[in-house]
Each structure stands twice: as C-alpha cells, then as structure tokens.
C-alpha cells in the first residue's frame, strides 16, 4: 500500500509542477502575443491563422511529454528499483492529468473571471475576424459558427471546456507516453 500512497503523492506533485509550466505558457503568451509575433514575421494571413494553433498543439504535446517521461523516470528509480510496469506508469500519467486539469480550470476562472475578464471577448472577436476574413468558409455557414463560437468564448464555457477536452487529450497522450516511460525486468535479473 505504500507504494500506492508514493505514486500518488508522485504524480500529483509532478501534475502541478505540469500546471505551473502550462499556466507559465499562457501568462508568456498573453503577455508577448504570440499571434502578433507570427502576424509580424509571416506575411501571408491565412498561415497565421493556422500557424499559431499548430505551434499551441506541438508545444502542449512537448510539455505533456517532457513532465510525464520526468516523473515516470523519477518514480521508477526512487520507488521502482529501475523498474516500471506500464499500469503504474498510465497511473502516473493518469493521477498527473487529474491534478493537472483542476488546477488549470481554477486559473482559467480566476483569470477571466478576476485578472482580465475581456481576455475572452477579445479571443472571440479575434476568431470571428478570421471567420469572416475566411474566402474558404460559405457565407451561409460564417452566421452558424460565429453565432455558435460567440456562445462558446464565455468564461464559464471555457472553463467547462478545459475541464472536457484537457483530460481527455493529456490522457491520450499519456498513454502513448507510458509506453517510452516503463522498464522491464530482465529474465535473467528475475532468477
């Protein structure tokens, strides 16, 4: 049971230090504006529109991974004697995305509910802006999404959102990253 109560312990304490790096990443794009620096350096509007999003996705799925191979390293040669199945390593990635994922909907309220409320009506203009500028999106279905994106940058949607799709994503994630993460004994290190 005690390696039980160590895991945990572990994986909460390295799903906060993923927060933090998560919420460090947020804080350094709403304070340097990502999106006006790729604007500034690419010409072209229509690669800045998807440009930013694919960097955004990249980077979370390096975060993921840098915190989940760190803390089932960390786990498997301070509990594991060198060694990691890949249950406790999912459960490490599981526990990590849990703790993760709370923390991350707290600050996400309090920023758009206490430290800049307008944070989220300004992203929702932004998208609607690049709805509109959009040749390749039909007039006739611009009106359902602006009207459906309108509806979803509230800051209780947002935060519904993260609760949703983070777990979901930094589960999958973790599962593949379990994989790289665990150690087997040797056949002949058992007998």
């Given at each position: 049971?005690?390696?039980?109560?160590?895991?945990?312990?572990?994986?909460?304490?390295?799903?906060?230090?993923?927060?933090?790096?998560?919420?460090?990443?947020?804080?350094?794009?709403?304070?340097?504006?990502?999106?006006?620096i790729?604007?500034?350096?690419?010409?072209?509007?229509?690669?800045?529109l998807?440009?930013?999003?694919?960097?955004?996705?990249?980077?979370?799925?390096?975060?993921?991974?840098?915190?989940?191979?760190?803390?089932?390293?960390?786990?498997?040669?301070?509990?594991?004697?060198?060694?990691?199945?890949?249950?406790?390593?999912?459960?490490?990635?599981?526990?990590?995305a849990?703790?993760?994922?709370?923390?991350?909907?707290?600050?996400?309220?309090?920023?758009?509910?206490?430290?800049?409320?307008?944070?989220?009506?300004?992203?929702?203009?932004?998208?609607?802006?690049?709805?509109?500028?959009?040749?390749?999106?039909?007039?006739?279905?611009?009106?359902?999404?602006?009207?459906?994106?309108?509806?979803?940058?509230?800051?209780?949607?947002?935060?519904?959102?993260?609760?949703?799709?983070?777990?979901?994503?930094?589960?999958?994630?973790?599962?593949?990253?379990?994989?790289?993460?665990?150690?087997?004994?040797?056949?002949?290190?058992?007998?």
């Open positions: 049971m005690n390696k039980n109560k160590e895991l945990i312990k572990h994986a909460v304490i390295f799903g906060l230090m993923m927060a933090g790096a998560f919420i460090l990443f947020d804080l350094l794009d709403y304070t340097f504006d990502f999106k006006l790729i604007k500034e350096s690419v010409e072209n509007e229509t690669v800045t998807w440009l930013l999003p694919i960097i955004t996705f990249f980077t979370s799925i390096a975060i993921f991974a840098v915190f989940y191979i760190w803390a089932g390293r960390t786990y498997r040669n301070k509990f594991g004697d060198g060694y990691l199945t890949y249950g406790r390593a999912f459960m490490i990635c599981l526990i990590m849990v703790a993760s994922t709370l923390v991350m909907a707290l600050y996400t309220y309090l920023f758009y509910y206490l430290f800049d409320p307008q944070r989220a009506a300004n992203s929702a203009q932004q998208a609607i802006q690049a709805i509109q500028d959009n040749a390749n999106i039909p007039d006739e279905r611009k009106e359902d999404i602006i009207k459906r994106m309108t509806e979803g940058f509230t800051p209780f949607r947002m935060v519904i959102s993260s609760l949703t799709s983070a777990p979901i994503f930094s589960i999958v994630v973790g599962s593949i990253v379990a994989l790289f993460m665990r150690k087997r004994e040797k056949i002949s290190e058992v007998f």
